[in-house]
């Protein structure tokens, strides 16, 4: 491990400008370039900016000496590498100072903005606005201009708070046809719109991708078909359950589920309709009997009435 030096210290202790002390190369190499040279050597796996990223007890360390490297040698690697030390360590100016004097990525000049708009979001909210908007352009010129996975694009996005740009990489790069989890995310994210039809398409790919939890994603549909007003749809779904279902309790819970939907939609005609069609696959319990014997009388279906009340009475 590294000593552990104060920042200040160690400028002062080293070689920093070329005119208060004359070294040979082979000295600098020695005394500056030895650093990296032990940290490729310790880490041969990792990259150096990995390391002055990952490594936070000696990331002061680490910059002191990328600044006199840079200095003494004008290396952009160097420079970028110092660059992510500055943006890590939160010191925006000296970050900003060297981004200008530097060709930096897309990448680069995100992870600054990025990392200012956290920063700023509690304290000044005008000016983390003007870092977001950065980050928003600069997500656009990687996305156009860069080799960057889709699903790193949806991270950022998300990340930032802008779900309709998350809801479009999902969409526009068909993450959802990859796996599940993206067309759970974007269900999530086409309800907390409440955008009926997307979530639909959402649920529709859920129902047939995801298989072992098409049952859950069909009550969902119908749940949601309800909310919109789609009444007779919803209640379709339930009644095809309770033909698919083979559990008894299963079987009463869509039953009853259909019906009730009809009712909060008040389709009286259709209330009769498959309260007749249905009348002899009611569940033979007295709470079943007695629910749909009341729904019977509020419509006006006599016959069924009299029937599930003869039942009622053969029961008791």
Not at 159 to 176: F, T, V
Not at 283 to 305: I, T
Request: net charge positive; aromatic share 14%; with cysteine.
């Amino acid at each position: 491990m590294f000593f552990k030096v104060k920042r200040k210290q160690l400028q002062e202790e080293l070689p920093v400008d070329s005119e208060e002390k004359v070294v040979t190369g082979s000295e600098l190499l020695f005394i500056l370039g030895a650093f990296l040279l032990a940290l490729f050597l310790v880490f041969p796996r990792k990259s150096l900016d990995f390391y002055v990223l990952s490594e936070q007890k000696n990331l002061d360390l680490a910059i002191s000496y990328l600044e006199v490297l840079v200095k003494k040698y004008s290396r952009v690697d160097y420079a970028r590498v110092l660059f992510q030390g500055y943006v890590h360590k939160g010191e925006w100016e000296n970050a900003e100072k060297l981004g200008e004097k530097i060709k930096l990525s897309p990448f680069l000049r995100y992870d600054l903005s990025k990392s200012r708009f956290f920063a700023l979001q509690n304290k000044e909210p005008e000016k983390a606005i003007a870092y977001l908007q950065k980050c928003l352009s600069l997500l656009k010129e990687i996305e156009i201009k860069e080799e960057v996975k889709p699903s790193w694009l949806y991270e950022e996005y998300w990340r930032l708070g802008q779900s309709a740009e998350a809801l479009r990489i999902i969409e526009n790069y068909g993450l959802y046809k990859e796996d599940v989890k993206w067309a759970k995310k974007g269900l999530e994210l086409t309800l907390a719109k409440s955008d009926f039809k997307k979530a639909m398409f959402f649920l529709e790919e859920l129902i047939v991708k995801d298989s072992p939890n098409s049952l859950f994603w069909k009550q969902k549909k119908a749940v949601l078909l309800e909310q919109e007003g789609k009444y007779l749809a919803s209640a379709e779904i339930y009644f095809q359950l309770f033909k698919e279902s083979k559990d008894k309790k299963q079987k009463k819970k869509f039953l009853i589920s259909a019906f009730k939907v009809l009712e909060s939609g008040n389709k009286v005609k259709e209330i009769k309709k498959y309260l007749h069609s249905y009348l002899k696959e009611i569940p033979g319990d007295y709470a079943s009997y007695n629910y749909f014997l009341s729904l019977a009388r509020k419509v006006g279906a006599r016959k069924e009435a009299q029937f599930l009340s003869r039942k009622i009475l053969r029961e008791n």
